[in-house]
C-alpha cells in the first residue's frame, strides 16, 4: 500500500486543474502582453484568474500580484516593505517557515532593519502581549507572523493581531501558504496589508502563487523588466500556472466545508488509533488539538533507538511522511520548530500531514506499521 501524508509539503494536482492548464498549452501560446488578438486572448484568462481569486478572498483584483510561489511572495512582502515602505524594524516569530526567516536574516546582516522576535509558549502560541509592547517601542514596524504553522498547525488570530497592529500604526504580513484553501479569508473585513498564497498547497501546479498587497500600500517592482503584473514583477507570465491556481482555489473554496470535515475525522482517527496502539507516544505541541490546523499532526515515537530511521522505516512500507519543515521532507536536520515547543527532542518525531484524498484505511495501515515498527 501506498500513503501519502506530506500534504504540507506538497499535495497532488486535481485533474479538473491539469485540464484547464493543458487546454491553455494546446491552443493558446499568445505573449501576454502582445496587443494582437492572441496576445488579448492570453491576458483575458490571467486578469479572469485575479478576478477569481480577487474573489475567492474578497478582496479587490487590483490587490492580487501573481508570482513563482510562497517562498518569492514572502520575499516580497518583506524587502517592499523595508525599501518602499520606509519599514525599519520587523516583528516576527522564531517559528515562522525558512521563507521568511532567511529573508529576516538577509534584511538585518545587510544592515537594512531590525528584527525582533518573539517569545513562543511551550504550545507554539506567540505572545501577543509582547508584541503590543515591544511595538510601543518601535515605530515604523512591519509584523510577519504567519497564519497557520506547516510544523504543527498552530493558527494565529488575524483579527486580534491586526487590530493590535492597527492601534500602533504597523504594517502587518502574515505567510499564509498553509492556510489558504483552507480557511475562508474576507480581506475587506481583515486590515491586513500584504498574505501570501502557493497553488501546490491547495492541489494546484508548483511554482507559482500570489501576493495580496493591501491597495494602501504603493511599492515599486519586485522583479524588474517589462511592465508585466501591474509593473511590480517584470518577466512573461506563467500562464498555465496562474490558471491552474485560480481553478485549484475555486475547487478548494467550492467544497472547503466537506473536505474540511473529511480531514478533520483522519486526524482524530489517527490520534485515536496512535494513542490506542502506541504506548507512550506524545504529540508535539497542540497539534492534536481541535483547534489547530486539521491538515497536520506532529507525533513524537518512543523508539529512540531508531533515530532517523523512523521516516525510512516507513518510507520502505509504502508511507510517506515528513521529518523537517515542509521544505525538507525526510531531513534529518532538527526542526527549528520543535525546538522551541514542548516535544520530546530526544525521540523521533514525524509530521503527518493530510488531504482530502487520504482516507480512514490508510490512517489504520500507518498505524499498525507504526506499531510494528515501534515494537522491534
Ligand atoms: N510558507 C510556508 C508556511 C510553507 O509551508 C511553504 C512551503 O513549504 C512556503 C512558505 C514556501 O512556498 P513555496 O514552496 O511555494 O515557495
Known amino acids: 500500500m501506498k500513503v501519502y501524508f506530506d500534504n504540507a509539503a506538497t499535495t497532488s494536482i486535481d485533474q479538473e486543474v491539469v485540464k484547464t492548464m493543458t487546454d491553455i498549452m494546446q491552443k493558446d501560446f499568445g505573449n501576454p502582453s502582445s496587443v494582437h488578438s492572441h496576445g488579448r486572448h492570453i491576458k483575458s484568462v490571467i486578469e479572469q484568474s485575479r478576478r477569481t481569486v480577487a474573489k475567492i478572498l474578497n478582496a479587490s483584483p487590483t490587490e492580487i500580484f501573481f508570482t513563482s510561489g510562497g517562498t518569492e511572495s514572502d520575499n516580497m512582502a518583506l524587502i517592499c516593505s523595508v525599501e518602499d515602505l520606509g519599514i525599519r524594524n520587523i516583528i516576527s516569530s522564531p517559528i515562522e517557515h525558512p521563507a521568511v526567516l532567511h529573508t529576516l536574516d538577509y534584511l538585518e546582516n545587510s544592515g537594512r532593519s531590525e528584527v525582533h522576535y518573539l517569545n513562543i509558549d511551550k504550545d507554539g502560541n506567540v505572545n501577543l502581549t509582547q508584541l503590543d509592547e515591544l511595538l510601543s517601542q518601535f515605530p515604523k514596524t512591519l509584523v510577519s507572523l504567519m497564519h497557520a504553522n506547516n510544523e504543527i498547525g498552530n493558527i ?3 483579527q486580534k493581531v491586526s487590530e493590535i497592529c492597527r492601534k500602533h500604526d504597523a504594517l502587518f504580513h502574515s505567510d499564509t501558504v498553509q492556510s489558504i484553501g483552507h480557511h475562508e479569508f474576507n480581506l475587506k473585513e481583515l486590515d491586513i496589508d500584504f498574505i501570501t498564497g502557493s497553488a501546490h498547497k491547495f492541489h494546484g501546479p508548483k511554482g507559482v502563487g500570489f501576493i495580496y498587497i493591501n491597495k494602501k500600500n504603493k511599492i515599486n517592482p519586485f522583479i524588474h523588466g517589462g ?21 485549484a482555489l475555486e475547487i478548494s473554496a467550492e467544497n472547503r466545508e466537506k473536505n474540511n470535515k ?15 496502539n502506541i504506548k507512550d507516544l506524545k504529540f ?12 497536520v ?3 513524537s515515537f518512543p523508539c529512540i533507538n531508531l533515530a532517523d530511521f523512523l521516516l525510512l522505516k516507513m518510507d520502505m512500507k509504502g508511507i510517506s511522511a515528513s521529518g523537517g ?10 526542526s527549528h ?4 515547543v514542548s516535544a520530546e527532542k ?26 510494528e515498527i515501534c515494537s522491534e
Do not use: W
Open 156 to 158: 494565529l488570530d488575524l
Open 227 to 247: 511592465g508585466q503584473e501591474r509593473n511590480m514583477r517584470g518577466g512573461t507570465e506563467n500562464v498555465y500556472g496562474i490558471a491552474g491556481l485560480a481553478k
Open 262 to 276: 473529511h480531514i478533520r475525522t483522519l486526524k482524530s482517527h489517527m490520534i485515536k488509533e496512535l494513542q490506542k
Open 284 to 295: 508535539n505541541g497542540i497539534s492534536h488539538k481541535e483547534e489547530t490546523l486539521y491538515t
Open 297 to 299: 499532526l506532529n507525533v
Open 325 to 334: 519543515s515542509a521544505c525538507s521532507s525526510g531531513s534529518i536536520v532538527g
Open 337 to 340: 520548530v520543535l525546538s522551541v
Open 346 to 371: 530526544e525521540r523521533p518525531s514525524v509530521r503527518f500531514s493530510f488531504s482530502k484524498h487520504n482516507t480512514l484505511e490508510e490512517v489504520d495501515y500507518v498505524v499498525s506499521v507504526l506499531k
